[in-house]
């Protein structure tokens, strides 16, 4: 289980009206990851993210809408280590389903739901507490195309979400 931050970098858009700056916030993520390790160093995992953030279009003014990310990910993990500490990098590609409402400007369109391909790349390291339980740390970057919410007017750009986590993992039988 983990906790952490998406942080999304502000982008420029290109719309049928031109260039159009994005403004993105800091939001909460939570996730859940399962990692299946075959021998010491190599392991396959699947990983569900959920993630929110505001996002603001200068075109709206002031308007802002919440941007719900949920992404879905097989991934391979290989840690170099499975003593006390296992530091370990990670690389997956999978889905992510971004949920937006109404815009909270009058005269701003309901936007919706759209789904994206999201690759990930990750490295961190964990620290062995007891037989069963580890803390984690780790930094986790997704790639994907902005979601344009079937407004074809809206040409998405390519973008990234840095998320830091911490977390807590249990080993299942007490083994490495």
Known sequence: FTAGAQITPDKTAVTWQGLQPQDSRIGPSAGIEYVFHVGTHHGIGFLVDYANTNTRLADFGLNTWTMTRLVFAPEYVYRFSA?????????GVGGMITISGKASAPTAPGVGLDGRLDEIVGAGTSYRLSRHFRLLAEYDCHLFRNPDFTDHTWHPQRNEVSEPKIGLTYTFGGKE
């Open 83 to 91: 003593g006390k500490v296992s530091p370990f990098v990670k690389a």
